[in-house]
Nanobody, 132 residues
Framework: QVQLVQSGGDSVQFGGSLTLTCEMTGYSANTYCMAWFRQAPGKQREGIAILDSDGRKIYADAVKGRFTIAQDTADNTLSLQMNSLKSEDTAMYYC??????????????????????????WGQGTQVTVSS
């Protein structure tokens, strides 16, 4: 059974940086696609970063160039490095995992967008608050 345990949420000032981590257990690296989602108050949960099992990545336009998704296979940790944070980045952040054949996750995202329905395993969420 896949389990995702998150850490790293915090309050930061505008323009600051923060790294979120997600410890993953019970999964196979070559069959899972990893993602970060976020949900701001009153808004739907949105996918912001994808890491396919073949190493390819996709980012939402809102975070492209500022956020970096990465995976450390040595300790099975997924991370989200967030730089140049803005007030609109304030949200609850979730890591997620979905079962895909290598390369198929990226193809699905390119065709249909980053859809939460494609990810069956979720972290508990961590709050990121950006203040001006």
């Amino acid at each position: 059974q896949v389990q995702l345990v998150q850490s790293g949420g915090d309050s930061v000032q505008f323009g600051g940086s923060l790294t979120l981590t997600c410890e993953m257990t019970g999964y196979s690296a070559n069959t899972y696609c990893m993602a970060w989602f976020r949900q701001a108050p009153g808004k739907q949960r949105e996918g912001i970063a994808i890491l396919d099992s073949d190493g390819r990545k996709i980012y939402a336009d809102a975070v492209k160039g500022r956020f970096t998704i990465a995976q450390d296979t040595a300790d099975n940790t997924l991370s989200l490095q967030m730089n140049s944070l803005k007030s609109e980045d304030t949200a609850m952040y979730y890591c997620a995992a979905g079962v895909f054949l290598p390369g198929r996750c990226i193809a699905t995202v390119q065709a249909f967008g980053i859809m939460r329905e494609n990810f069956g395993f979720w972290g508990q969420g961590t709050q990121v608050t950006v203040s001006s």
